[in-house]
């Protein structure tokens, strides 16, 4: 088992790369991270892989630059709107006079696996929803239980292959090779919410650059995950083309001065912005500033309002929202959200671990730093009960290879 963690958050706006060694169960000690602007990426999404790669291989050589040591393997957060979760149901026998081991969680998240995909879709991860043994329903935890059958209410999340296999390459090009592949919603709630949080019913919201990663847990499980391709980078093109800005003024405009909540501007005050055409900078209206910003905000909670509804989930969402990624510092965003879902909503930033530098306990780090929980979790998970996630893989490995023989 290595003791070093690497995790890539290929963002929209930003690549960040850190690594970490693992100290216990709980503890990480970052050694280096690096953050490079990102290029080559739309809504999530690898658009040109030269660009993305260089941003990439810049994020990767900073941190092994802070941490003074080089990385062959790194866990890589995805995101992006092609992918997908669809419900699926597996079923193994246990065996006689046995308890459920962790091979056998595995070998039924194996079964859940077989879903039919058209021929672009590849499966990311199989999240478990709940698992029964025998009678006895909606166990989140099934080891050490006896009986004849376990089965498994899980989520198969998915994506396009063309998108994976470009994020992957531009990767594998630095001599990377790939640990697991994360998506970036399940990452950022590794990162920001409560184990009572999610046992109540939560959806974290990753409001980033291009896109908007969405992920429900209810009873302490994956409910639901979706990504939006709406995110910051579409409040500062409305700004941009409402006052006629270039994108980078518009840009800083709304990081100093922008609001969601525009009913606590007072109408009086002025800001100044670079705009197209003229030499001098323009006096614009903070207000306006504020209503342009809050009306594609209250779009961009109409949306996430409607994907809670389309998840099938029609009880109680205790614990609300909690948003995090950079778009989630706009100032009055988290009011508005509050305003218009009823819901209990708070801000989150990564926590919660030990070894965790400064810089990194910031919103926009969420899905970086949950991917590191991520790896710590399976990892610690390989520790404790032998080499399961070695076995896992020699299985997915042959289920794949049977799956590639059966007809489409
Ligand atoms: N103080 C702030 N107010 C408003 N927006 C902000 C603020 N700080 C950062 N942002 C916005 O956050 C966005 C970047 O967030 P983040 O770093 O989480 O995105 P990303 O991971 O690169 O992109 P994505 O996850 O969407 O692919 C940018 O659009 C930026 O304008
Ligand atoms: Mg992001």
Same mark, same amino acid.
């Given at each position: 088992?290595?003791?070093?963690?690497?995790?890539?958050?290929?963002?929209?706006?930003?690549?960040?790369?850190?690594?970490?060694?693992?100290?216990?169960?709980?503890?990480?000690?970052?050694?280096?991270?690096?953050?490079?602007?990102? /290029?080559?990426?739309?809504?999530?999404?690898?658009?040109?892989?030269?660009?993305?790669?260089?941003?990439?291989?810049?994020?990767? &050589? &900073?941190?092994?630059?802070?941490?003074?040591?080089? *990385?062959?393997?790194?866990y890589v957060g995805i995101a992006g709107s092609h992918i997908d979760a669809q419900p699926s149901r597996g079923a193994v026998p246990i065996g006689r006079n046995r308890v459920v081991t962790p091979d056998d969680v595995a070998r039924v998240k194996e079964a859940?696996?077989?879903?039919?995909?058209?021929h672009n879709r590849e499966i990311i991860h199989v999240v478990a929803r709940s698992f029964a043994v025998d009678e006895q329903e909606d166990?989140? /935890?099934?080891?050490?239980?006896?009986?004849?059958?376990? #089965?498994?209410?899980?989520?198969?999340?998915?994506?396009a292959t063309g998108a994976v296999r470009n994020l992957l390459s531009c990767v594998?090009?630095?001599?990377?090779?790939?640990?697991?592949?994360?998506?970036?919603?399940?990452? #950022?709630g590794e990162a920001v919410l409560t184990d009572?949080?999610?046992?109540?019913?939560?959806?974290?919201?990753?409001?980033?650059?291009?896109?908007? /990663?969405?992920?429900?847990?209810?009873?302490? #499980?994956?409910?639901?995950?979706?990504?939006?391709?709406?995110?910051?980078?579409?409040?500062?093109? /409305?700004?941009?083309?409402?006052?006629?800005?270039?994108?980078?003024?518009?840009?800083?405009?709304? *990081?100093?001065?922008? #609001?969601?909540?525009?009913?606590?501007?007072?109408p009086d005050q002025e800001v100044n912005v670079e705009v197209f055409g003229e030499s001098e900078p323009r006096v614009v209206s903070r207000l306006l500033v504020a209503? *342009?910003? &809050?009306?594609?905000? &209250?779009?961009? *909670?109409?949306l996430i309002l409607r994907e809670i509804k389309r998840s099938g989930y029609d009880g109680l969402i205790p614990a609300g929202l909690?948003?995090?990624?950079?778009?989630?510092?706009?100032?009055?965003?988290?009011?508005?959200?509050r305003q218009m879902t009823h819901l209990p909503v708070r801000i989150g930033a990564p926590a919660g671990f030990a070894g965790l530098p400064d810089e990194l306990r910031t919103p926009d780090n969420a899905t970086g730093v949950g991917m590191l929980r991520w790896a710590l979790k399976g990892q610690w998970v390989a520790v404790e009960h032998g080499d399961r996630r070695q076995q896992s893989s020699f299985m997915e490995r042959i289920m794949r290879w049977l799956q590639n023989l059966l007809p489409d």
């Amino acid at each position: 088992m290595a003791d070093i963690i690497c995790a890539i958050d290929v963002g929209t706006t930003k690549v960040t790369t850190i690594i970490a060694e693992v100290i216990d169960a709980d503890t990480l000690h970052v050694l280096g991270f690096g953050s490079a602007p990102s /290029d080559g990426m739309t809504k999530g999404v690898v658009t040109n892989v030269a660009a993305a790669t260089a941003a990439i291989g810049q994020a990767i &050589e &900073e941190a092994e630059h802070a941490a003074d040591r080089s *990385i062959g393997r790194a866990y890589v957060g995805i995101a992006g709107s092609h992918i997908d979760a669809q419900p699926s149901r597996g079923a193994v026998p246990i065996g006689r006079n046995r308890v459920v081991t962790p091979d056998d969680v595995a070998r039924v998240k194996e079964a859940a696996r077989a879903v039919a995909l058209p021929h672009n879709r590849e499966i990311i991860h199989v999240v478990a929803r709940s698992f029964a043994v025998d009678e006895q329903e909606d166990l989140q /935890d099934p080891l050490g239980m006896h009986g004849f059958r376990l #089965s498994v209410d899980a989520q198969v999340v998915t994506g396009a292959t063309g998108a994976v296999r470009n994020l992957l390459s531009c990767v594998q090009t630095h001599g990377i090779e790939i640990e697991e592949l994360v998506l970036e919603p399940l990452a #950022s709630g590794e990162a920001v919410l409560t184990d009572a949080e999610r046992d109540m019913g939560v959806v974290v919201v990753d409001i980033g650059g291009g896109t908007t /990663d969405v992920a429900m847990f209810i009873k302490g #499980s994956l409910w639901h995950t979706v990504v939006l391709d709406v995110g910051g980078q579409h409040l500062t093109h /409305d700004l941009a083309v409402g006052l006629g800005a270039p994108f980078e003024a518009a840009e800083q405009l709304k *990081i100093r001065y922008g #609001s969601a909540m525009a009913d606590r501007i007072a109408p009086d005050q002025e800001v100044n912005v670079e705009v197209f055409g003229e030499s001098e900078p323009r006096v614009v209206s903070r207000l306006l500033v504020a209503e *342009i910003l &809050e009306a594609r905000a &209250e779009e961009m *909670i109409n949306l996430i309002l409607r994907e809670i509804k389309r998840s099938g989930y029609d009880g109680l969402i205790p614990a609300g929202l909690v948003l995090t990624g950079g778009t989630a510092r706009l100032a009055g965003l988290r009011d508005l959200a509050r305003q218009m879902t009823h819901l209990p909503v708070r801000i989150g930033a990564p926590a919660g671990f030990a070894g965790l530098p400064d810089e990194l306990r910031t919103p926009d780090n969420a899905t970086g730093v949950g991917m590191l929980r991520w790896a710590l979790k399976g990892q610690w998970v390989a520790v404790e009960h032998g080499d399961r996630r070695q076995q896992s893989s020699f299985m997915e490995r042959i289920m794949r290879w049977l799956q590639n023989l059966l007809p489409d």
